[in-house]
C-alpha cells in the first residue's frame, strides 16, 4: 500500500482529453490499496490569460484580489477531473487549498505556506476517494485566498505529500524529466538520472523552469523523493533526492540554467553613507520584492557617491519603480536606470566545489562568442552571469556544450 500524490501541470490539463488521459492512467497504475492525491494545475494558458485580463483593467495587477481572480483557474481543473474520475466509476473529491488544509502567509501573488492539516485529504482517502487538490492556493488566517507564485502547484504537491508523509511525489510534466539544460535551447542537453535537492534547487532558484524552488525546499525540509517525469510515456524520469545513489550519475557540473525574467536596476551616484543600501533593499522588501544579484561599486577613492546595481524579475518593474519613485524623495538618487532586456545564464553543480578553474572557463567560453557580461555572482555549487538578452541563447548552447558534454567525454 503506498500513499502517493501525482501532480499535473496546466498542459497536462489542457482540454477535457487530456484530463480522461491522466484518468485513465491514475487507474491502470493505482494498486487496489493505494491512496492517491493528485494535485492539478490550471488548465492550459489560464493563468496567463487571467493575468492578462487583470492588466486590461489595471496597471497593478497585484494583491488580494489579483489571487482570488488566479486562483479561479485551479479550482475549474479540480471539479473536471473529480467529475471525470466519477464518470470512470471511481469515487473522488475535489478541494480548494482552504480544504486540504494549506495555511499560508499573506504575501498575496507569493504566498509562503506556513502550516497544512490534511484531515480532510485523509478522511477522504479513508473513505476510498481519489482526491484531486487545487494546487497554487491557500487560505490566510483571517481568511483570505492566497496565490504561491507562478509554478506554485508544484509546491502544493511537495508540501502535501511532505505533511501526509507521502511515499513519494510525482510531478508529471510535458517533459520526461530534468535536463542538464533546456533541451530546446541546447539539442545536446541530456536528461539527469538523479539530482540532489541543492542542485535542483539552484538549478530552479536560476530560472530552469521545471520546478518551482520552493517545491524543491520543501522536497528537501520533508525529505520527500521527487519523481519528475512525462505525462505522456511511462517512462523513468528523474529522482530528485538528498544523494546521489550512483557515483557515476555526479559530475562536476550538472546543468546550466537560463532566466530571461530578469530586469537590472543601477541607482547611479547614491549617497555613500552608511545605511544607505539598508534603506534601499528595506523599501524594497516591504513590497515583496524579491531582490538577486546586488553589486556596489567604488567609483574613485574620494567619490563622495557610489553606484548600486541589482537584478528583480521583469514582473516586479512597476512596483520597484514605485519604490524607487518614493525613496527618491527621501535620498538623493543622481538617476535610476532599469533595463528589461537582461537575461541570466548560471551554471550549477556540486561537484564544483573542489575544482578551481571552472569559473574562468566558463567566462572564457563567453568571451569567445563575444559576449560582455555585466554581473557575475555565485554561490557555494553555482556560477551566474547577467548578460544581454539577445545573448542568452548562444551563451547557454556554448556553455552547455563545452563544459558538460565535453565533461562527460
Ligand atoms: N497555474 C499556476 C501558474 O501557471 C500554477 C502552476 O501551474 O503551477 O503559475
Ligand atoms: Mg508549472
Known amino acids: 500500500m503506498a500513499l502517493i500524490v501525482k501532480k499535473f501541470g496546466g498542459s497536462s490539463v489542457a482540454t477535457p482529453e487530456k484530463i480522461f488521459n491522466i484518468v485513465n492512467r491514475v487507474l491502470r497504475d493505482k494498486q487496489p490499496d493505494d491512496r492517491i492525491v ?15 485580463l487583470a492588466k486590461e483593467v489595471t496597471s497593478m495587477p497585484y494583491g488580494r484580489e489579483m489571487d482570488r481572480l488566479l486562483s479561479t483557474g485551479e479550482q475549474v481543473t479540480i471539479a473536471l477531473m473529480a467529475l471525470a474520475f466519477q464518470a470512470k466509476g471511481h469515487a473522488a473529491v475535489s478541494m480548494t487549498g482552504e480544504q486540504a488544509g494549506i495555511a499560508t502567509s499573506d504575501t498575496f501573488g507569493k504566498a509562503r505556506i506556513l502550516d497544512i492539516e490534511p484531515k480532510r485529504v485523509l478522511d477522504a482517502l479513508e473513505a476510498g476517494n481519489i482526491v484531486v487538490v487545487a494546487g497554487f492556493q491557500g487560505m490566510t488566517e483571517a481568511g483570505d485566498i492566497t496565490t504561491l507564485g507562478r509554478g506554485g502547484s508544484d509546491t502544493t504537491a511537495v508540501a502535501l505529500a511532505g505533511a501526509m508523509k507521502a511515499d513519494v511525489c510525482e510531478i508529471f510534466t510535458d517533459v520526461d524529466g530534468v535536463y542538464s539544460t533546456d533541451p530546446r535551447v541546447a539539442p545536446g542537453a541530456v536528461k539527469l538520472k538523479e539530482i540532489t535537492y541543492g ?23 520533508y525529505g520527500v523523493p521527487i519523481h519528475v517525469r512525462s505525462t505522456f510515456s511511462d517512462e523513468e524520469g528523474t529522482i530528485i533526492r538528498e544523494e546521489y545513489t550512483m557515483k557515476a550519475n555526479q559530475y ?25 543600501a539598508h534603506q534601499v533593499f528595506q523599501a524594497l522588501a516591504n513590497k515583496s520584492i524579491d531582490v538577486d544579484m546586488i553589486v556596489q561599486s567604488i567609483r574613485t577613492t574620494d567619490d563622495k557617491r557610489t553606484d548600486i546595481v541589482f537584478t528583480i524579475t521583469r514582473d516586479d518593474v512597476n512596483l520597484a519603480k514605485q519604490v524607487l519613485e518614493e525613496l527618491g524623495q527621501s535620498m538623493s538618487i543622481e538617476e535610476c536606470v532599469i533595463n528589461e532586456n537582461m537575461a541570466k545564464v548560471s551554471i550549477i553543480g556540486a561537484g564544483m566545489l573542489g575544482q578551481p578553474g571552472v569559473a574562468a572557463k566558463m567566462f572564457g567560453i563567453l568571451s569567445d562568442e563575444g559576449v560582455n557580461i555585466e554581473i557575475i555572482s555565485t554561490s557555494e555549487i553555482s556560477i551566474s552571469c547577467l548578460i544581454g538578452e539577445e545573448h ?6 556554448a556553455i552547455h556544450d563545452k563544459l558538460i558534454l565535453d565533461g562527460r567525454g
Open 38 to 52: 493528485v494535485v492539478v494545475s490550471a488548465m492550459g494558458d489560464t493563468t496567463d490569460d487571467l493575468v492578462r
Open 199 to 221: 542542485e535542483m534547487l539552484e538549478m530552479a532558484r536560476l530560472g530552469a523552469g521545471v520546478m518551482q524552488p520552493r517545491a524543491v525546499e520543501m522536497g528537501h525540509r
Open 252 to 276: 562536476a557540473i550538472t546543468g546550466v540554467a537560463d532566466d530571461t525574467n530578469v530586469a537590472k536596476v543601477s541607482l547611479v551616484g547614491v549617497e555613500n553613507v552608511p545605511g544607505v
Open 392 to 397: 542568452i541563447k548562444t551563451a547557454v548552447r
